[in-house]
Each structure stands twice: as C-alpha cells, then as structure tokens.
C-alpha cells in the first residue's frame, strides 16, 4: 500500500522560509510523477507544483513561480518543497499526491489518486 508522509509545516512571519517534505513508502518511487497542492481555509484545493518521475520540469502554479523549489531524491524516496519569501495568502494545508499510473505526468489535478494527509503552513503578517 503507497503511503505518503508530509511534514515541515508550521507557522512562519511574512518572508520567512520552510521546507515541507514528503516520504513516500510501498512501492517503487522512481517511476511515479510527484505533486504538491494546497488548499486554504473555504477555498478549493490549487496545484502547487509538480516534477515528474525523471526529475523534469517543475511545474509551477504561476503565483508562486520564483519563490518555491520543488525538488525530489528517489534513493530517499522523497520530495520536497522549499518556500521562500512566504506570504500571508500562501497559508493553506499543504498536500503531496502521487499517481497510480507510473511514467505519467497528470495535466489536472484529477490525475493524482494517491494523497498525503497534509501539512499546516501558516503565514502571519
């Protein structure tokens, strides 16, 4: 059974920085396409960003293009994503998710079906 782990989330002033990470466990890691989305309080979840099983890409939501570095090691079986300059409007329960297809690269969020439990990011002005 494919398990996803979030952690590093927290609570940060405006401009500060976190690194979440997300370990992945249950299957090969390797082959799979990695996302990280969010979703704030009242809001629906948005795609965050996403790098495929090669490493290629991210992809990046445009708002947060420049700031945040998604990145994987697949000896750890992990990816993970750094935020710097944070804002306000960034707080939101961050998620990681995954396929189940291997050497897919989803190009909508119904394409992930595999999720973590999410972790608290908060940004406080």
């Known amino acids: 059974q494919v398990r996803l782990v979030e952690s590093g989330g927290g609570l940060v002033q405006a401009g500060g920085s976190l690194r979440l990470s997300c370990a992945a466990s249950?299957?090969?890691?390797?082959?799979?396409?990695m996302g990280w989305f969010r979703q704030a309080p009242g809001k629906e979840r948005e795609f965050v960003a996403a790098?495929?099983?090669?490493?290629?890409?991210?992809d990046y939501t445009e708002s947060v293009k420049g700031r945040f570095t998604m990145s994987r090691d697949n000896a750890k079986k992990t990816v993970y994503l750094r935020m710097n300059s944070l804002k306000p409007e960034d707080t939101a329960v961050y998620y990681c998710?995954?396929?189940?297809?291997?050497?897919?690269?989803?190009?909508?969020?119904?394409?992930?079906?595999?999720w973590g439990q999410g972790t608290q990011v908060t940004v406080s002005s």
């Open positions: 790098i495929s099983w090669s490493g290629s890409g991210p």
């Open positions: 249950g299957r090969t890691f390797s082959v799979y396409t």
């Open positions: 998710a995954t396929t189940r297809r291997a050497y897919y690269y989803p190009q909508e969020s119904g394409g992930y079906d595999i």
